[in-house]
């Protein structure tokens, strides 16, 4: 089967998403054992995945989504509690680092051929639009896609690994499944979404 179409993943897929919470973790709370980074950074994004769907049916404000996965993983790794305001304050933070990511470099290897080729390609995200865009902007990537081919979860009702996020893509972008390639970090979210679809995918497990 040749491929035709490819569509990426953002977080942790075309940067490192670890560092920018790693680096805010270590100013906010150097009381947690650093060791356990990444343990800590999958149950926060574990914890994201949980209370998303609810922000997205607005039953809880985003700042309260923000609140919630910084308390569990305090709840999880630290010997003590925090605030409201401090998980704010961590949010803050981690924002801050968000704004310093940059591209993988194979990465862009990839976007370079991809627009070279005339390779179509595209974005599905899960995230709050405005959030996701900000990422993208600071990557410098969106040169590379077509506005109309990047899928943020919040403006969709839907969130990966939904298959209706994906059939919304294919329906979309004009991409037929089975001509399309997926390419994400997170097993659940990605790969079985995207396979639930009847796309093909790629695991970019680089952890």
């Given at each position: 089967m040749t491929y035709k179409n490819i569509v990426f993943d953002l977080d942790d897929t075309l940067y490192d998403h670890l560092?920018?919470?790693?680096?805010?973790?270590?100013?906010c709370f150097p009381e947690l054992d650093i060791s356990e980074i990444e343990l800590i950074y999958k149950r926060f994004r574990y914890w994201s995945d949980i209370a998303f769907p609810k922000y997205t049916n607005k039953q809880i404000s985003i700042e309260e989504l923000r609140i919630f996965r910084c308390k569990q993983i305090i709840s999880e790794f630290g010997s003590f509690s925090i605030?409201?305001?401090?998980?704010?304050?961590?949010?803050?933070?981690?924002?801050?680092?968000?704004?310093?990511?940059?591209?993988?470099?194979?990465?862009?290897?990839?976007?370079?051929?991809?627009?070279?080729?005339?390779?179509?390609?595209?974005?599905?995200?899960?995230?709050?639009?405005?959030?996701?865009?900000?990422?993208?902007?600071?990557?410098?990537?969106l040169k590379y896609f077509d506005k109309e081919k990047i899928i943020i979860s919040q403006a969709t009702g839907f969130q990966k690994p939904q298959i209706e996020i994906f059939n919304l893509a294919s329906k979309n972008f004009n991409f037929l499944p089975n001509q399309t390639l997926y390419i994400g970090d997170n097993f659940e979210n990605d790969i079985e979404g995207s396979l639930n679809a009847g796309w093909k995918s790629i695991w970019f497990n680089h952890r």
């Open positions: 560092l920018p919470f790693k680096n805010s973790i270590i100013q605030s409201d305001d401090l998980a704010l304050s961590f949010q803050k933070t981690y924002e801050k680092e968000l704004s310093s990511i940059t591209l993988f470099p194979e990465l862009k290897e990839i976007l370079e051929y991809c627009s070279a080729k005339r390779i179509p390609i595209g974005i599905i995200t899960n995230g709050p639009v405005k959030h996701q865009l900000k990422k993208l902007s600071q990557l410098d990537v």
